[in-house]
């Protein structure tokens, strides 16, 4: 199997998987609003200045936005509650001292503000992804495949970690958008694959009569 269909069927499994837990979270694709999120949670991290706690606080940065968790202060990170959100917070407890803290907002213009501000942030790494996309076409277009294949190994990642972050938001809108570049993704994908596959045919040695 070349890395293209590889490609694929990653990416048509996180599809259907997408599907599976927008129904398991109860978001409606059929509807256009956008709810606002009450419930967060909330994750501090205090680690100290040392070759230990800079390591520590390094997987922290690294493993936060695979899980969907937002910077929202120097040392507070948030992401909407959900069960599978807490599950996936805990692993962020391993990288030293990190606190989980789960807050209700009952205000409705608060609720307005932390919910626009994740969107925000979400709809930032889709729009960073897209752009990696962009660059990807013209890669092809430039007959640059190798590049453009590495770049879609390495945006497919990024894909599949909005993937469980945007799922458990509940945004149709972000979800959309998700879901239109994981169609793009796989669309670039196939142009490599063909590629790959006129240049097989290409160097097929010629039987001796």
């Known amino acids: 199997m070349t890395e293209e269909n590889e490609i694929k069927d990653i990416i048509a499994k996180e599809m259907q998987d997408a599907h599976l837990f927008a129904s398991m979270q109860g978001i409606d694709l059929s509807n256009n609003v956008t709810n606002l999120v009450k419930e967060w949670i909330l994750i ?14 390094f997987a922290f940065l690294k493993q936060a936005p695979k899980i969907g968790a937002v910077m929202h202060t120097r040392s507070v ?13 805990l692993e962020l407890t391993k990288h030293g001292d990190v606190e989980i803290w789960i807050s209700e907002v009952e205000d409705v213009a608060k609720q307005t503000r932390l919910t626009e501000f994740y969107d925000k942030a979400m709809d930032n790494q889709l729009t960073l992804i897209e752009k990696r996309l962009n660059r990807i076409k013209s890669l092809q277009d430039e007959e640059k495949f190798g590049m453009a294949t590495r770049m879609i190994n390495k945006t497919s990642d990024l894909l599949n970690s909005s993937l469980f972050a945007i799922t458990q938001r509940g945004s149709k809108t972000l979800y959309t958008k998700l879901t239109g570049l994981q169609t793009r993704l796989l669309e670039l994908s196939r142009v490599g694959e063909t590629v790959e596959k006129a240049e097989n045919n290409a160097v097929q040695p010629t039987l001796p009569m």
């Open 77 to 89: 990170y948030l992401m909407p509650n959900t069960k599978e959100s807490q599950l996936a917070s």
């Open 44 to 57: 501090t991290y205090d680690l100290p200045n040392t070759v230990e706690g800079n390591k520590a606080r």
